[in-house]
């Protein structure tokens, strides 16, 4: 008998930033064509109201996790609370989930994680970013700390908020338990452990590929076209690639081209890559694709040959490299962070420091001028993918974690419902 598990994440395809949602979405696909029951609780991020198809409630206020100031957005971050926990205690009210599987509460609030063990919810995470590690900056959670915010009044502030929790209208934060933790990468577990998390018994389910979507194609073309897939941002090292194109066409590779995938809020950042590319006269060598739709991606990894990965920030495990590396793409790239456990320099891929943009260059053209080499690095590529990142693998180990944590439930707290509460559910401005 299938399972009824209410997936919780701040964002969620087709409104998405980066490549965790896109993975998140396929865990889900994933586990409804196994027979479970899923439905997924997201913000209103680029919607205009909230709104739900049945399966995706777009019900969650979104507002920024690292608050600058607590004091001055007190009552904002109040309301937020509010009303993503009022949200939350409706789809459970409705939908009787067995288990919350939370995906990434940044900007939605913790606090949704307390409602949960006060419901006596199983609380599954898959954690495959940092949040885990400063869980203690979520504003709703530092809301409750006078001593954090500095109030002069924090009795009359304190007696307030223990109003509300008295009456189930908010729920005091309450530090999550880590029972059910799932991590993406070894590194991100070591990350945690360090920050003395208690989850040394975590388990580590790396990100999977669906081998039958993302096929090795015949590359037996000149090897001359480049791709960069994610953020157009300075932590993705999107100006590397540029710079690493500028440095192969001053070495004479002259019809070497660059596809960048992906988009940035940072218009300025982006406007300077453009400069510099026109200050070299290499408008036809680099072509700004922008966002693409996921199911276009096949075809844009078989149009390519080598995927350029220049990450600056510590990665936590790269749902693009696996994409790339089982759709038969050479890549070279940095091995920050997670993706030091997929790329092997000299055996699936060709490793160069972050920001050395000559460094990448000069691997590259190894590739340009070895085709051997070239067709080595990409056939043991998809050979890691076929033996350790298959998405098969990856459902089989969430599935069965799931699955043991809903064994290991305690009898559910109807009386924390407060059912009554939704009566006026249009009160914080949800609709069906």
Not at 3 to 25: A, D, H, M, Q, S
């Amino acid at each position: 008998m299938g399972l009824k598990i209410c997936v919780v994440t701040n964002y969620y395809p087709p409104f998405f930033i980066g490549g965790y949602e896109l993975g998140c979405r396929d865990i889900v696909e994933a586990l409804k064509s196994r027979g479970h029951q899923v439905k997924v609780l997201t913000s209103t991020y680029r919607v205009d109201n909230p709104s739900t198809d049945g399966e995706v409630y777009r019900w969650l206020r979104l507002s920024q996790w690292w608050t600058p100031n607590i004091l001055r957005d007190l009552f904002a971050v109040l309301q937020r609370d509010l009303s993503n926990q009022e949200a939350f205690r409706k789809i459970c009210s409705e939908f009787g989930p067995d288990l919350i599987y939370m995906w990434n509460p940044v900007g939605i609030s913790l606090s949704i994680v307390s409602v949960a063990q006060q419901l006596h919810f199983p609380v599954c995470y898959f954690v495959s970013d940092h949040w885990l590690e400063e869980w203690e900056n979520d504003p709703g959670f530092r809301m409750w700390e006078k001593q954090r915010i500095g109030l002069r009044r924090p009795l009359l502030w304190k007696g307030v908020l223990m109003l509300l929790n008295s009456v189930n209208l908010v729920a005091r934060p309450t530090p999550p338990d880590l029972s059910h933790i799932q991590f993406a990468s070894d590194w991100l577990k070591r990350n945690a452990l360090q920050r003395e998390r208690a989850v040394a018994s975590a388990e580590v389910i790396h990100w999977g590929v669906d081998l039958e979507r993302f096929r090795m194609g015949d590359k037996r073309r000149q090897v001359q076209r480049l791709l960069f897939v994610g953020q157009v941002t300075p932590h993705k090292g999107a100006h590397t690639a540029v710079e690493a194109l500028i440095s192969l066409v001053k070495r004479g590779y002259e019809s070497a081209t660059l596809t960048i995938v992906g988009d940035s809020a940072l218009s300025a950042f982006k406007e300077q890559l453009k400069q510099s590319i026109a200050s070299w006269g290499l408008e036809k060598n680099v072509r700004f694709a922008g966002l693409v739709q996921r199911e276009e991606m096949p075809s844009i990894y078989e149009e390519h040959d080598i995927l350029i990965f220049p990450s600056v920030w510590e990665e936590p495990f790269s749902i693009t490299v696996l994409e790339a590396m089982a759709s038969g793409l050479a890549v070279v790239g940095t091995a920050t962070g997670g993706s030091s456990e997929i790329l092997e320099e000299g055996v699936n891929a060709l490793v160069f420091e972050k920001e050395n943009a000559d460094e990448c260059a000069s691997c590259i053209s190894r590739l340009f001028d070895n085709k051997d080499l070239f067709d080595q690095l990409r056939r043991q590529a998809r050979l890691t993918i076929e033996e350790k990142y298959r998405l098969e693998q990856m459902v089989d180990a969430i599935e069965k974690s799931l699955e043991q944590a809903v064994a290991k439930r305690a009898p559910l707290n109807r009386n924390a419902l407060g059912l009554s509460t939704y009566e006026t559910a249009g009160r914080v401005g949800i609709s069906d």
